[in-house]
């Protein structure tokens, strides 16, 4: 099992940008893709960036491509969520999440951290 601790939320105006972190431990990251996906309220939760941590592979929602970069940092088993031009539909909490295979689908993930709420003030 891997253990995820997310940190970085806040408010911040429309337009502006977040940084969202994810220290990860508990076993080897190498075979593993790590995710964010968020959930707004009254709403399900989505899916919305990936990494292959051995490759780097990326992969986003087509709601934040362009806006979100994700990366890791092997050094301090940590992955970030960059997010620039934020818009309030971006506005939900936001958490990190670990899977043993490569997926887009919030419910295929299989370790999640307690999540870090994003708000984006208009």
């Known amino acids: 099992q891997v253990r995820l601790i997310e940190s970085g939320g806040g408010l911040v105006q429309a337009g502006g940008s977040l940084r969202l972190s994810c220290a990860a431990s508990g076993q080897t990251l190498t075979s593993l893709n790590i995710g964010w996906c968020r959930q707004a309220p009254g709403k399900e939760r989505e899916f919305v960036a990936a990494i292959m941590w051995r490759d780097a592979f990326t992969y986003y929602a087509d709601s934040v491509k362009g806006r979100f970069t994700i990366s890791r940092d092997n050094a301090k088993n940590t992955i970030y969520l960059e997010m620039s031009s934020l818009k309030p539909d971006d506005t939900a909490t936001y958490y990190c999440?670990?899977?043993?295979?490569?997926?887009?689908?919030?419910?295929?993930?299989?370790?999640w951290g307690q999540g870090t709420q994003v708000t984006v003030s208009s």
């Open positions: 999440a670990a899977a043993r295979h490569f997926t887009t689908f919030a419910d295929s993930y299989d370790d």
